[in-house]
Structure formats: C-alpha cells, structure tokens
C-alpha cells in the first residue's frame, strides 16, 4: 500500500496508482498509409476507495472515465498502472486467479438494455455466475435467484421474463442483481441511472445507497451527471482528457471547487429552480480530441480563468494537495475561479 | 390579452400497435395555447406523449400506423393545420414553423455540405438564387457561433463535433426566420458543458428573431432556465400547466410534485445532500393500457376512490384566472393532501 494516497481512516479496498491505457491509432483505409496518433483514454490516474465508501468519476464524453472502470477490472488490459484490490495486485494476476477475483469485483453498465442477453430468461441471467463461481447449483441457485430478486425490489415472479419484457428501471435492476449475485465487495457502477426516467433514477439510487449500507460495498460511480454524483459519492474526482484534474471528499469539491474546469462544470449543470438561476459560466469551444492534447495544461484553450497566462500553456500543473484532502492540478489553484 | 400564435386543441393521436394489440393513445386530448414570442416548456417522461405531439402540430406523424383523431384541431396564424393540404403544409413547415431534433447525428444528411443544407430552404421557401442563398447559410452559421463560416460552409456532417452539427440544425432551422421553434430535446445528446452553450446560442436567437419556442424536454432544470410557461404532460394527457415560477413554488399535481422531489439537486444544502431521494413508486404505464379513471392514480400517494373510478378534467388552481391548470381530483378536497402512511 502506497503511503502517498490520501489516506482515509482505514487503509484503502481499492487502489489505483498510474493507470495509463492508450488505444493505437488507426491506419487509413485497407490498413495502408501511417496510423494515426494514439489516443491517451486514460492518461496517468491514481486514486483510492477506502471501504464502504463510493468514489464518484466525473467528466464529459471522451475523457476517459469509462476506460478507468474497465482497465480496473481488466476488462481493457492497461498499458500501465498498478491496481490493487484488497492488497491483491490486478495486473499480476493468471487467467484463473483473475476469475477467481473478478467474484469479488463486478460491474454494472449505463445501457440496460444492451448489457442483458435477449435470449436468457432472467433466471438463467442470475444463476449463470452461480454456476460459474460453483457458489449454488439447482434448487439452491432458484432460491437465490429469488433472494436477489427480492433484494434489487423485484417480485420474484420476474425470474421467469426476458429483457424484453422489463422497463428500463426493472432491467437495470437485474444487472444490478447479477452483480450482486456472487457477493462482491467492489461495484463499478458505470453511468448506472443516466438511461432511466428521473423517477425511476430516484428509484435506483436509492437501491444502491441501501445495498451499500446493508453490504458494505465499495463504488466507483462513473457518471456525467454532478447532482446524482453529489447524491451518493464520498469523494468526487474529475476528469479532463484522460487525467484526474481535481480530487477531493465530496462537500469540499462542491463548496469550493479548486480548478477552473470543476467550477464551470458544476455552473453549467441546470438547476431545476426558476429563482436560483445563476450567471452561467459558458465555457467556449469544445473538449479537444485525446489523441491531440493541447500542450502545457490541457484545460487551458477553455480556461476562463483571468490569471491563465503562458505559463498554463507550457507547463502541465501537477495533481497538488491544496486543502486537506482536495487535490487540484491548477497553477492558480490557491486562487479559483 | 395576445392572440396566441399556436393553438392546439384536444389533439388526439393514436398508434396501431404492430401485433394488433390494441391501440396505444400515444396524445391523447391535449390541449394548450403558445403565445407570440414565449417559449413554452413541456416536460415529461418517456412515453408521456410529448415528441408524439410535436411531431403532430407539423404533421409528421407516419401514418399508418398513426393517425390524428378527428376533433382534434391545431391552429396557427389562424389556419387548422390539420386541414391544409401537402402544398400549403410544405409553405408553413420548415418555414414558420420550423424543427429541431435531439439527434444531429442522424437528423443531417451525410452525403450534402452543412451549406447546401442550410441554404436549401431559403431556396425552397424564399425563392432566392443558389449565390445568395450561399451567403444566407455563411450568415447564418456565424450567428449561430461557427468559427470561420466561410470555410465551414462546405464542410459534411461527419467533420464536425456534436456541438457543431447542433448548431448546423439550429442554422437550417432558423434560415427561414420562423415564427415558431420546436425544439426537441435539443441539448439530450450533448455534453453538460456544449448543452449550456446551445441553450444561450437559442435564448439569444429568440431575443434576436423574436420566435416562439416549444420547448420539449425531460430536464426539469432546463425547463426552469428557459421557460415562460410549462406544460407537464403524463401518459398522454396534460396534467398540469402553470406560469414557470408558479409549477416550481406551487406544483399541485402529484405527479408534478414528485418529479421535482425525484430530481437529485446541486444546490441541495449538504444535510440533504446524502440520503435517500424520494421517489415515484411503480413505473409509467403502456400506452396501449392506460390505468381507469385518473391516469396517474396507481402511482398517487394520495389516491382514494374517487381517483380510480372517474378520471379529473383539467381544473382551475386559481391565481390568476387560466394561468394554473391540474388534472388533479384534489382541488376539490385539498383536505386530503396527506399522504398514505
């Protein structure tokens, strides 16, 4: 355990510390002409989840929050980067040791309904990692299945439908209920509730706060939406082209945000009161491509900060502690916007 | 009082389901009124029928397997659209009414310039020469915030980001100068950041052009940002509409009021900020299914007889007489406003 992480009360279940993943560039038509530059997805991150506590993962399409949660479980292999779940080093692992973990780290994906097998009843959905992780077979694996079931708020009648038959809220329910299935310790829960109506996102927030409780699991919220994130993180990082560029336990990041890309995030969010409209900051221009990162700070062609001088375009800022526990990669963090 | 610019009256609009299971009452008697210049926000789920009738008032509902019900009557400028033929239809759509969708991936052609595209309505409506309708679409582009237009002018679809390709479908519909803008969805697919900024480049244009705004959305906080008035719709009926600030102070529906105590908020104060958020038990009905009597009653925390039996018109909330309307049996006995334990 790396003695740098800003380190929690208890010592961390998940660590990550380094994580780089870039996919290749593609080569023109028929494979002829130079490959394009290499796209940096995730670029260097670190971060701990202490247990029983959810980090929320935020940022925009294409900043490389998704590709964090696959490298983690190595669904993506990263190029570089050490994870490590309870002590246990990932990236070490053999075929057969890495399933034997992957039962105690589990995802849950956005689009509930590409992630459900169409022609699985939900009863086989659920019982397949049973019989996978030889945890229950037969009679036994139906009363789980009716156990989880029950668990994620369904009727245990669900165990006889197919996906096609369920809403999106039910759906997403069962994803959550595969996960559960072989008890893990560890969620990613990858944009869980962006695809689901807000009534029903209430819904599945709620669920998961109650798991958590009643488990004591661990999350890692990848998500674009700040208020659901502030609803359930502990702590929140933010993430810009592929890099964490601020971090910090959740009321602080909110309360006083250090880097000038945190504070126009958390300004551009709509506010569902007609009193409370602010002065929005609307930042010019858009998200550049990671394949092509702007040199020195890779916020700085957006940067609405006054002070952003030549300095931000040449020197990348390094990920620093600014407050206790609230790390930014500003140079003008002590002063934001 | 100001004439209204759209007037849309008991609009029903049906599917006929593929397996012949019935009917789904997609819109199913709605009725509300936009006003020269405003922008009326209407707010729902999925299913709840409010693309159906966008898609309705321009009459762009494939049929079959849809077909607007006879009685319903959507007025504009003083003509029932419903009653034009194609070519009067052609002479209003695209030109005083004009469309934008959620989608600009898939709602521009990929095989023509983001120019062509744009200058092909002032072509069709305006009658002007292929030069100047050139110059419209560089105009245009420049009011909506497109860096070097005259360069961007002859690029494709596929060159530009999806905040660009948006600002292409705000460019093509505004060209014609419409009086009314159905804007559907318009920020769904885009980033927190682009969505601000196409959600000032429309509230500056409507001040420039001076249009009307329908303004379709499942956001609650856009709704709050942009709107002069609201609408909600659920499963397929209006069931409530009041002035902007009066739905957030006052919301009388139950639906109304648990959809803005479902919303997870940034300005929570931080004791609330954790916790459990409430929600809406159950989940939307099928529309080939709507449930007897008040629609949303399975749902209602304050149900009682009455709500599964008779279904409640809309009713006057007072205030400012037709400002306020719900659909709600609890205006007539407020007392029950407790919840079920």
Redesign the interface.
């Known amino acids: 355990m790396t003695a740098s992480a800003p380190a929690p009360a208890p010592s961390p279940l998940v660590d990550v510390q380094g994580l780089v993943k870039h996919f290749p560039g593609e080569r023109g038509l028929f494979g002829l002409g130079r490959p394009r530059a290499a796209v940096r997805a995730v670029d260097g991150v670190s971060f701990a989840i202490a247990p029983g506590q959810t980090l929320g993962l935020v940022g925009e399409s294409g900043c490389g929050k998704s590709t964090v949660g696959r490298t983690m479980l190595r669904l993506i292999e990263p190029d570089r980067g050490r994870v490590t779940i309870d002590g246990q080093d990932v990236g070490a692992l053999k075929a057969r040791a890495l399933r034997a973990l992957r039962r105690r780290m589990q995802i849950v994906f956005q689009d509930p309904y590409g992630s459900l097998n169409p022609r699985m009843t939900v009863r086989q959905m659920l019982a397949e990692p049973l019989a996978i992780h030889g945890i229950a077979r037969g009679a036994d694996a139906g009363q789980r299945v009716a156990a989880l079931l029950e668990e994620v708020g369904l009727d245990p009648s669900f165990a006889a439908s197919y996906a096609h038959e369920l809403s999106g809220g039910q759906r997403q329910r069962v994803g959550i209920a595969r996960a559960l299935s072989v008890e893990p310790q560890f969620l990613v829960l990858d944009e869980p509730v962006s695809a689901l109506d807000v009534s029903v996102q209430a819904q599945v927030l709620n669920l998961l706060t109650d798991l958590q409780q009643r488990r004591r699991l661990t999350y890692l919220f990848i998500a674009h939406d700040l208020a659901v994130v502030k609803h359930i993180a502990d702590h929140v990082a933010v993430m810009y082209l592929g890099k964490i560029i601020e971090r910090a336990p959740a009321p602080a990041l909110y309360a006083r945000p250090r880097h000038p890309y945190t504070t126009s995030l958390l300004s551009a969010v709509p506010v569902p009161d007609p009193k409370a409209q602010h002065e929005r900051i609307v930042l010019v221009g858009e998200v550049p491509s990671p394949a092509h990162p702007p040199s020195g700070c890779p916020f700085h062609p957006r940067c609405p900060h006054p002070r952003k001088n030549d300095r931000c375009r040449t020197d990348p800022p390094p990920l620093r502690e600014i407050a206790p526990g609230q790390l930014a990669a500003c140079h003008f963090a002590e002063d934001p916007l | 009082m100001t004439e209204p610019l759209l007037r849309v009256r008991d609009l029903k609009t049906y599917f006929v389901t593929e397996h012949g299971s019935g009917t789904a009452r997609a819109v199913d008697g709605v009725t509300f009124d936009v006003l020269p210049g405003e922008t009326l926000g209407i707010v729902g ?2 299913g709840c029928g409010k693309t159906v009738t966008s898609l309705s008032i321009l009459r762009l509902i494939p049929e079959p397997p849809g077909h607007i019900l006879p009685g319903s009557f959507i007025e504009f400028e003083g003509r029932n659209l419903l009653t034009l033929d194609p070519r009067e239809l052609r002479a209003i759509r695209g030109n005083r009414i004009a469309m934008i969708f959620q989608e600009p991936m898939t709602s521009l052609n990929p095989v023509f310039t983001v120019g062509d595209q744009i200058a092909e309505a002032a072509i069709v409506h305006h009658q002007v020469s292929r030069r100047a309708a050139r110059s419209r679409a560089i105009e245009m582009l420049r009011l909506v915030g497109i860096p070097d237009p005259d360069e961007r002018v002859d690029h494709y679809p596929h060159q530009m ?1 999806g ?2 390709r948006q600002r292409v479908m705000i460019a093509m519909a505004l060209v014609c100068r419409p009086q009314l803008l159905i804007a559907d969805e318009p920020t769904t697919a885009l ?7 196409i ?2 480049l429309i509230d500056r244009l409507q001040a420039e052009l001076g249009m009307a705004v329908l303004l379709i959305t ?8 942009s709107a002069d008035r609201v609408v909600v719709m659920y499963a397929g009926q209006v069931v409530e509409q009041a002035p ?2 009066t739905l ?2 006052r919301p009388l529906h139950p639906y109304t009021e ?3 105590a ?7 104060p ?1 004791a609330r ?9 159950g ?2 009905p099928a529309a080939t299914a709507w449930p007897e009597g008040c629609r949303f009653h399975p749902r209602c925390p304050y149900a009682w007889d009455r709500c599964r039996a008779e279904e409640p018109p809309l009713l006057d909330a007072g205030g400012e007489p037709g400002t306020h309307a719900v659909r709600c049996w609890l205006l007539t006995d407020p007392r029950r406003r407790t919840p079920h334990p």
Not at chain 2, 218 to 225: C, E, R, T, Y
Not at chain 2, 262 to 268: E, I, N, T, Y
Not at chain 2, 273 to 281: H, K
């Open positions: 789920e999925s980001s905040g660009m980033d927190v950041t682009i969505q601000a900024q959600l000032e499942h956001d609650l906080g856009i709704v709050a940002g902007t600030a957030f102070a648990g959809l803005l479902s919303v997870p908020r940034l300005d929570a931080p900020a954790r916790g459990r958020l409430r929600s809406i038990p989940q939307v």
